[in-house]
């Protein structure tokens, strides 16, 4: 990955760096935080967390959910991952995390934005790690705290408290990111009416999760994943030679017509149809996710957009004024020009949270 992006998304000498034996180790830790148990204790985590929040929004007249989203999603991140949050410290890691994603792409002033962040960030968690470690705190057991902390590579050490901070904002940072998609489920239920309408009636259970995966399809967030390749070979008729940099174009395999029909529609009943074929649908990258560099954390993606879908489709009512919904594809990630403002909201009484 480019030195800059490395430098403020995901941080030095993280899982994304290693290959072969030296990976899948440290990949196996990733994915044992993934079981449906601790995803369950993730959602629980983030149902209170939307509660708390819509109850503040109903007493405001407007609000932008992708910056609402920073907060509400630092403090399930945290409490889920077992990284203690004061309440003094909640704006300030919130905005330290959000900077790691939100800024990583940006040139110039934003990009030096990240890269303080980025080192605000990693030195907090590094104290984190010593003090599980001097036993000064407990994480819960079987939380990524504890699992990153107690790690120990090939050689049987421990990570050094660099890399176990890299790990866990691996982790924590993430989730965070998952606001984006939530801000593209907001905006495809109002682009999308008929969609809407499906969900809320809420008789067709698998809607909701084929709605989720057209929104992973179809709206853009990674666009690009890169490489460098480590042994001459041909494929398709291309020559890659070793050394070489290399991208996957994720956004484009996605929107691929010899894959979908009609790429360019919003329509999720496609996914009925859909094979689970690891390479034709990959917003997260693509093949195995224990043995390649695919994302750990696609079932905690799916899982926060499904809740997050339903929240916004049945539990809360809100409006959606007029606004500047155009997506912006000059920035990364790219949103809604105007990031999602809703007014008026206030909790369905007949279908709370
Ligand atoms: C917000 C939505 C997300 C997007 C768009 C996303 C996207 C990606 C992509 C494109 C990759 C690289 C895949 C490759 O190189 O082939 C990746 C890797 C990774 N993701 Fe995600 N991800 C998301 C959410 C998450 C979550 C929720 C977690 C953890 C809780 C997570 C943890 C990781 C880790 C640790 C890797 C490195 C895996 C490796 O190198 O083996 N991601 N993600």
């Known amino acids: 990955m480019i030195g800059r992006i490395q430098k403020t998304l995901l941080g030095k000498h993280g899982v994304q760096g290693l290959d072969d034996e030296a ?12 079981t449906p148990e601790r995803i369950e204790v993730l959602m629980a985590i983030t149902a209170e967390e939307w509660q708390a929040r819509a109850r503040l929004w109903a007493l405001r007249n407007e609000i932008v959910l992708y ?6 999603l630092t403090r399930a991140a945290c409490a889920w991952a077992g990284v203690p949050l004061p309440e003094s410290q909640v704006r300030q890691r919130t905005h330290e995390i959000t900077a790691l994603f939100d800024a990583a792409g940006s040139v110039g002033p934003a ?16 104290n984190i790690v010593g003090r599980i470690r001097s036993g000064q705190i407990r994480p819960p057991e079987g939380s990524a705290a504890s699992i990153i ?18 790990e866990l904002l691996n982790v924590i940072r993430p989730i965070v990111a998952v606001g984006v998609y939530i801000t593209f489920v907001a905006h495809a239920l109002h682009q999308f009416p008929e969609c809407r309408r499906k969900l809320e009636a809420g008789d067709d259970t698998s809607f909701t999760e084929m709605f989720v995966q057209e929104v992973r399809r179809f709206y853009p967030f990674f666009p690009a994943v890169a490489a460098l390749v480590r042994r001459d070979f041909e494929w398709g008729g291309y020559r890659f030679p070793r050394g070489r940099r290399v991208i996957l174009d994720l956004y484009g395999t996605n929107r691929d017509a010899r894959t979908w029909d009609e790429p360019e529609a919003f329509q999720p009943e496609r996914f009925r149809k859909w094979d689970g074929n690891p390479f034709n649908f990959i917003p ?6 224990d043995l390649d560099h695919r994302c750990p954390g696609e079932w905690i993606t799916i899982g926060l957009m499904s809740q997050a879908t339903k929240v916004l489709s ?29 007014c008026r909201v206030k909790e369905n009484a007949n279908d709370p949270i």
């Open 314 to 342: 049945r539990h809360i009512e809100y409006d959606v004024p007029e606004q500047d919904l155009r997506i912006d594809y000059s920035r990364l990630p790219a949103l809604p020009r105007s990031r999602f403002i809703i």
């Open 111 to 126: 990009h030096w934005r990240a890269r303080w962040a980025r080192k605000r960030a990693d030195r907090w968690i590094e």
């Open 23 to 34: 990976h899948r180790l440290r990949k196996q830790m990733f994915m044992s935080l993934m």
């Open 149 to 166: 902390a107690e790690h120990r590579g090939s050689n049987g050490e421990l990570l050094s408290p660099h890399v176990a901070a890299v």
């Open 284 to 289: 997260q990258g693509g093949g195995d996710h």
């Open 67 to 72: 910056d609402e989203l920073h907060e509400l």
